[in-house]
């Protein structure tokens, strides 16, 4: 998963903005939105999961990544703001704008004890320890996430883009040292469990979609955005593609066609071509990748709190009554971590969930946004259609945002009806706030 924010730009851009990036650093930046630690483990989980047909899920989500950044840059041209959910909002209205926000507060916080997991997974490949040492780092770095995204206002995730040069580091230098180690029978048999496993395998792909939604800050934050824009998000594309692939074929080729069955891939490479100083590099850089975009991720769901309740997300009291219930989640997904057999995979999966409904509505705020029969409206129905696909293999974990989504309508219900009863026993100031609520809902 990548940690940037459905409702805020991200981490690296405001310096950017103040320097006007050009297309070497405008490509930099928004492949730190883009990529995250999940590279390290996300094609792992999809090839125990599809085998060598994992690849062929990879590619179908990349292209569909070209259609998605572009309709978020559309929709931002539009004069919407404030990111998918206020894409939401402009285009259906302050209830639609909830329900997106709510997806995102309440649905997508598992994801950040998943990259906690992740981290863990690796540091336990490297010291010892098993499931011990993975579920106390994971705890540990979801932890410092919580504290940090209280403590900090937004925005201060500088050391991203750095942290993301180190994952690229990690990816280019382990695929030419296990090169040698390749076999391409591996690539057979191509999908040993068929479209189960390739549904699979696309649900924990679906983190690859997020993140494209940071080029529609990128208008405010290049020079001569309209030259340089279709450059970064081209050479956007290109970098992160290969970085994936540069990932998910040497694991298969490596590892086997299951990549190793293992939540530390990237480590277990290099424990073939360097031995143990290599899986310590590896669990370095991805307990630090980890904490960081855990941070910044805890930090966007803040930000989205602070915004819907309307309260100041500089205060920190306000900051950790936005963190309240999306902490006790993540309390209660490292509970279910240490007491049952969910692992990463399932958090995972629990998460996209939840994103996929978000990102759709997100998407098909582009229809409503932009000029029928245009290309730019082509362009937003072509990726709405292909987000949309996830919904067939999210299939059950959907509960957990149709829940909220019926959660969130309810008290819109309740929110509607009391204004009627406050005109029946008084006129004082609940009263007319009641209404200006009611007024606001319509």
Do not use: C, K
Request: net charge positive.
């Amino acid at each position: 998963m990548t940690r940037t924010p459905v409702a805020a730009r991200p981490a690296g851009t405001p310096t950017g903005a103040r320097r006007g990036a050009g297309v070497l650093r405008g490509t930099a930046l928004y492949t730190a939105a883009v990529v995250g630690p999940g590279i390290l483990t996300l094609p792992g989980l999809a090839a125990q999961a599809a085998g060598p047909a994992s690849l062929l899920v990879l590619a179908a989500l990349l292209v569909a990544s070209v259609p998605i950044a572009h309709t978020f840059v559309a929709i931002e041209r539009t004069g919407a703001t404030g990111g998918i959910v206020g894409y939401v909002t402009t285009a259906f209205g302050p209830l639609a704008g909830r329900v997106a926000g709510a997806w995102f507060r309440y649905g997508v916080p598992v994801g950040i004890p998943a990259l906690g997991l992740i981290g863990g997974a690796y540091l336990a490949q490297a010291v010892g320890g098993g499931r011990t040492t993975t579920l106390l780092v994971a705890t540990g770095i979801t932890g410092i996430a919580v504290v940090a995204a209280i403590g900090r206002r937004a925005g201060t995730g500088a050391f991203v883009p750095v942290l993301t040069g180190l994952v690229v580091a990690l990816v280019v230098v382990t695929a030419a040292l296990t090169a040698p180690h390749a076999d391409t029978t591996a690539l057979t048999p191509l999908a040993p469990d068929g479209w189960t496993g390739v549904l699979q395998a696309a649900l924990v792909l679906t983190w690859v979609l997020t993140g494209w939604e940071a080029a529609a800050a990128f208008p405010r934050t290049l020079r001569d955005p309209e030259r340089t824009l279709p450059r970064v998000t081209a050479l956007t594309l290109v970098v992160v593609a290969t970085l994936y692939g540069l990932v998910a074929v040497p694991q298969i080729l490596v590892l086997g066609p299951r990549a190793g069955g293992t939540e530390a891939p990237v480590a277990a490479m290099l424990d073939l071509a360097l031995g143990s100083p290599g899986v310590t590099v590896a669990a370095v850089v991805a307990a630090a990748v980890a904490t960081g975009n855990a941070t910044a991720y805890a930090g966007s769901l803040v930000e989205t709190g602070a915004a819907q309740s309307g309260g100041d997300p500089a205060r920190p009291a306000i900051r950790a009554r936005a963190l309240a219930v999306p902490a006790l989640i993540m309390a209660a997904a490292l509970t279910a971590a240490a007491t049952t057999p969910v692992d990463v995979a399932f958090l995972v999966a629990l998460t996209a969930g939840s994103q996929v409904p978000v990102y759709v509505l997100g998407l098909a705020a582009g229809l409503r946004l932009l000029a029928r029969g245009t290309r730019a409206w082509w362009t937003a129905l072509l990726a709405t259609g292909a987000v949309a696909t996830l919904l067939v293999p999210a299939g059950p974990h959907l509960a957990a945002p149709a829940a909220i989504g019926v959660a969130v309508l309810a008290a819109a219900l309740v929110r509607r009806q009391r204004p009627a009863h406050h005109r029946t026993t008084h006129h004082g100031p609940a009263h007319h706030r009641a209404t200006r609520t009611h007024q606001e809902l319509r």
